[in-house]
């Protein structure tokens, strides 16, 4: 099957700071990028996507920004709380049809108090 | 409730043996989705649905590994003559229709094949 990223990195941050998390995706042809979280013991969340033809998109607390020269995308979470302790995993619609969504690497987010 | 229910929670199984495992939608989604996750790992692809039909099956891993969608609604992952490798959380989502990027997750079957 698909996937990408097998080994989960950890970022640890302060609590109150904001948090950065990236990844790197490799098929120039998705047309939206998507991050979702998952809590532990629970199955993944949709946080928030952007299209492809756009370069950054904000949600409540969240700004995912997307660089198509360098195939990266990232999550920025202003002002990290407790509850934002979770897997971070990048995901994307790999064809035009957008017809399944591909899991990319996540990133473990540790939250220090 | 209204979320995506799957069933069993948890299964152990003697390897050899066959597992069904069983996703409940949300109701109305027209497409559903089937991934594997192995312990501190990423989310495997298997298999999606759009109605009752599956355009796209190219993640099973082996024949071993099937799955039917019926009536629009539930669907069943059965895993035949099961080994070890198996052994994982396998999760279901549901989307309100092809190429929504908004899918809901349910929490999981957790498989171990001993």
């Known amino acids: 099957g698909e996937s990408v990223g097998l080994h989960l990195p950890t970022l640890s941050v302060q609590e109150g700071d904001n948090s950065i998390i990236n990844c790197a995706y490799s098929?120039?042809?998705?047309?939206?990028f998507i991050w979702y979280k998952q809590e532990s013991g629970k199955g993944p969340q949709f946080i928030i996507d952007?299209?492809?033809?756009?370069d950054k998109r904000q949600g409540q607390r969240v700004t995912v920004l997307l660089n198509k020269t360098v195939k990266h995308l990232s999550l920025q979470i202003a002002a990290t709380q407790p509850g934002d302790s979770a897997v971070y995993f990048c995901?994307?619609?790999?064809?035009?049809?957008?017809?399944?969504?591909?899991f990319g690497s996540g990133t473990r987010l540790s939250i220090r108090p | 409730g209204a979320g995506v229910s799957q069933s069993p929670s948890n299964k152990v199984t003697e390897k050899g043996k066959d597992v069904e495992l069983r996703c409940d939608p949300i109701s109305g989604h027209t497409a559903l989705y089937w991934y594997r996750q192995r312990l501190g790992q990423g989310l495997e692809f298997l298999i999606y649905f759009q109605g009752n039909s599956a355009p796209d099956k190219s993640g099973l891993p082996s024949d071993r590994f099937s799955a039917e969608r019926t009536g629009e609604s539930v669907s069943t992952l059965t895993i035949q003559r099961t080994q070890q490798e198996d052994s994982a959380v396998y999760l279901c989502a549901s989307s309100l229709h092809e190429g929504n990027t908004e899918a809901f997750f349910g929490q999981g079957t957790r498989l171990t094949v001993v």
């Open positions: 098929n120039s042809a998705s047309d939206y």
């Open positions: 952007i299209r492809s033809n756009m």
């Open positions: 995901a994307e619609n790999p064809y035009s049809s957008a017809s399944k969504i591909i």
